[in-house]
Every structure is written in C-alpha cells, then in structure tokens.
C-alpha cells in the first residue's frame, strides 16, 4: 500500500475500485483502516472507488504530535490533503463513531470537497464523552505522570503500535513528556467542550447548517446512542435516516461487526451512494 507526504505526516491509503464514484471510509476510535476493509470492499464491489487511509497516529501512518486544533480536527485536514494530494473530485465521506466525526468536521470544515455525508454510529451524550475523554487522553496523561514516555509505551493503542513497528518506541519516548501531555490535555478539552452538543465534532447550529445529502445510521450501544442518532438526523434538513437496529443495548460499546454485519450493512450504504452518485457524473 502506497503512502502519501500531507501536512508533515506520511499517511497509508489504499483505493479499493476502479471505476464510479469517489467515497472516503473511515474507521472509528484510533482503529486501522482494517476496520472498514470488509465494507469498503463490498461497496467498491457495487460500483464504487474508495478511498482507505489509516490517520496519524493510527495504523501504519506516521506518529506525531503536530497540528492545530482538536485530534479530529487534525484528521480530517489530513484526509482534505490527502484527496487534494490524490487529484480527487469532490467526495462523498463517511464513517463509523470518531470516523463519523472526522467526515462531519470535514464536511464542515471543506464543504467545497464534499457532495454527501455518511453518519454512521453517530457518538454523542455526557456518558460518551466522560468515557471516551479517559480512553482517548487520561489515561496517558496518567501514564506518564506514573513512569513518563516508557510507561504510555505500555499501554493500549501505543503498545499496538510499536507492535505494527518496533522503531516507533523510539519515536514516543522521544517525545519530550510535558509536551504530549500539553497535547492530551489540549484534545482532551476539545472533546470535552462537546458535551452539551447533540454529537460530538458538531453543535446544533453545525448541524441545522447542512446543506448536502445526508445518510443517517444509529448505533445502538451507550457510546454510540440510538437517540443520538435520532437526534442528528432530526436536525440536519437533507437527512435521511436508516436505523437498522433498535435494540438499544446496556452495554458500553460493541464493535462494529457486532453492530451490524457487513454483508447488512453494505446494501443500505449502497443504496445510499448510489442515489447520490448519479446526481453528478463521476469523474
């Protein structure tokens, strides 16, 4: 898989497809693009070009603590690049959880790239944030007042990471410590800011604004809220809402694949696509 130099990271994509339309497929939490392959294979298989990438910081991508404003903001500047650097026309973009909010903020941030937005297990609500604020960032911040960069080595998402590559250790432990806690701290407000927002990445207002076609698919787990979907969808004037589960669940989070099976899943992504690909001819 090839990788690409934007904004001073080098990030790992792949297209699966050869011909129609352009989608972006994200996966959600700091997860691989391996997370979305299954889907993603199945809508190239209907007609579809897609674009994968894992996001700094995830995946086979490079490590870094640069960037201006929260990590979800970052991300989705670097996938704006990163289809600019491609020569890409405007996309239709969509994911699952944080890559729902990475394609929002993108649909906000660079409307000119954008034709359609696809919200799946849209995250939002005081339980999803106080859980997701520890996950993301407390928990390092932890880490290192408790045995400095060595000790996030061990931890979670960064242990996986040296994993992919071992060189990397030597990359997070050179990471002057007051520095990356200043960043946890600084994404960590950030995503705390959006605890009173109908999801996180995007106030109402945000969201009464939008002016493109919209695919709406709840989850149905405590993080990713069946009335929070509900809630974007009833906001957003061009939305269309697909919920296919409605059993909501007492449980903190599920996976994705446990959420709704691919093979369920694709056929309504599709469909989707499909209604908004033929509005303007792919290039």
Request: proline fraction near 4%; glycine fraction near 8%.
């Amino acid at each position: 898989m090839p990788f690409a130099n934007v904004n001073s990271v080098d990030l790992n994509y792949q297209v699966l497809g050869d011909h129609g339309p352009w989608i972006a497929l994200v996966s959600g939490a700091r997860r691989s693009m391996e997370e979305v392959r299954g889907l993603a294979t199945l809508v190239a298989g209907g007609g579809f070009r897609v674009l994968l990438h894992d996001r700094r910081n995830t995946g086979k991508s490079s490590l870094s603590l640069d960037g201006q404003g929260s990590e979800f903001e970052i991300w989705a500047d670097d996938l704006r690049a990163l289809a600019k650097h491609l020569g890409l026309p405007r996309l239709i973009v969509g994911g699952s959880s944080s890559g729902c909010r990475l394609a929002t903020i993108m649909a906000l941030r660079h409307r000119d790239a954008i034709r359609a937005l696809l919200m799946m297990r849209v995250t939002g609500g005081a339980f999803a944030v106080k859980r997701l604020s520890n996950i993301y960032y407390t928990q390092y911040i932890e880490a290192v007042e408790r045995g400095g960069m060595e000790e996030v080595c061990r931890i979670d998402h960064f242990k996986d990471l040296i994993a992919i590559n071992p060189a990397r250790r030597q990359t997070i432990t050179a990471w002057n410590p007051q520095r990356f806690v200043d960043v946890m701290n600084t994404w960590r407000a950030s995503l705390e800011a959006g605890i009173d927002d109908p999801m996180l990445g995007a106030s109402e207002r945000d969201l009464r604004g939008i002016d493109f076609p919209v695919c709406v698919i709840p989850g149905n787990d405590k993080t990713h809220s069946i009335a929070a979907g509900l809630h974007v969808h009833s906001l957003i004037p061009r939305a269309k809402l697909h919920q296919i589960r409605k059993d909501q669940l007492d449980a903190d989070l599920i996976s994705m694949e446990e959420w709704v099976p691919n093979d369920r899943l694709a056929p309504v992504v599709v469909d989707f696509l499909k209604r908004v690909g033929v509005e303007q001819p792919a290039s």
